[in-house]
């Protein structure tokens, strides 16, 4: 059961790594997980983060509708289910500790070797059109994004950071690329439940954790959203960073001693 300073924490977290993902269109689900992690095994993390996230990009996808490109939304989704069954599989075979290890590997490559991630350059690819199916090359793309989507929700329980440039390359503004990536989580996070609800989880046993966090990303996704557009990046940037470190830092302690 969950003390009252973890939920507080855990709430606070959530509403301001949502406002993160609205402005920034990425990372605060990975720093929220993070959060998670510090209080509880990441196998019981990935999914409490997902049911949170969920209601995080639903609510920012439903802000932001008019300005989803749907067919990228659709093909991604085809092998998204595939992949997070396979991901949890790999999940529950692994101890606890090798999972904190990979976890916090795995998010500070995120934060300190971005340009390992980049697709093509800016320009070189086609902005997806909202009312047309993308051609036969963007759609094996987004068949191979949506299953990466699946396995690295459910294994190191962020696929945001990774996915998010190829969404980016592909849809026509900040706005769009914000809406359709959200959307694309939405999916993702659905199949990360399902996945693990199949393995034994079960929602029931972190109810308060849940909604306390369902709250914060709520209140996040409504002030992030009237803030998108309005203020810079840059700095978010190196704070994303900073603080993406020191808590990777701190679950490679706890996985070593």
């Known amino acids: 059961m969950s003390t009252t300073i973890e939920l507080t924490v855990i709430g606070v977290a959530a509403m301001l790594t949502s406002i993160l993902s609205a402005v920034a269109g990425l990372g605060g689900g990975v720093i929220l997980l993070l959060v998670i992690a510090q209080f509880v095994a990441p196998t019981t993390a990935i999914p409490i983060q997902g049911a949170i996230q969920l209601v995080s990009n639903g609510s920012r996808a439903g802000l932001l509708r008019r300005d989803i490109a749907w067919p990228v939304v659709g093909w991604s989704s085809i092998l998204v289910l595939p992949g997070s069954a396979l991901g949890v599989l790999i999940a529950t075979s692994l101890p606890q500790d090798a999972i904190r290890v990979v976890l916090a590997t795995f998010v500070l490559v995120l934060a300190w070797r971005p340009g390992w991630l980049k697709p093509r350059a800016a320009g070189t690819v086609p902005v997806a059109d909202p009312a047309h199916s993308p051609s036969s090359g963007r759609r094996t793309m987004l ?91 840059t700095h978010l940037d190196l704070l994303f960073r900073v603080v993406l470190t020191a808590l990777a830092a701190r679950l490679l302690v706890t996985a070593v001693l």
């Not at 294994?155 to 503004?173: D, E, I, K, L």
Request: glycine residues 12%; charged residues 10%.
């Open 143 to 233: 068949l191979g994004l949506g299953a990466a989507s699946g396995l690295l929700n459910t294994t190191v329980g962020a696929s945001g950071p990774v996915t998010s440039p190829f969404y980016r390359a592909v849809t026509a503004s900040r706005v769009a690329f914000v809406a359709t990536a959200a959307t694309t989580q939405v999916s993702a996070h659905a199949a990360k439940l399902i996945a693990f609800a199949s393995d034994g989880w079960s929602a029931d046993d972190h109810t308060a954790t849940i909604a306390v966090g369902i709250v914060g990303v709520a209140i996040g996704s409504r002030v992030g959203t009237s803030l998108l557009g309005r203020i810079s990046t």
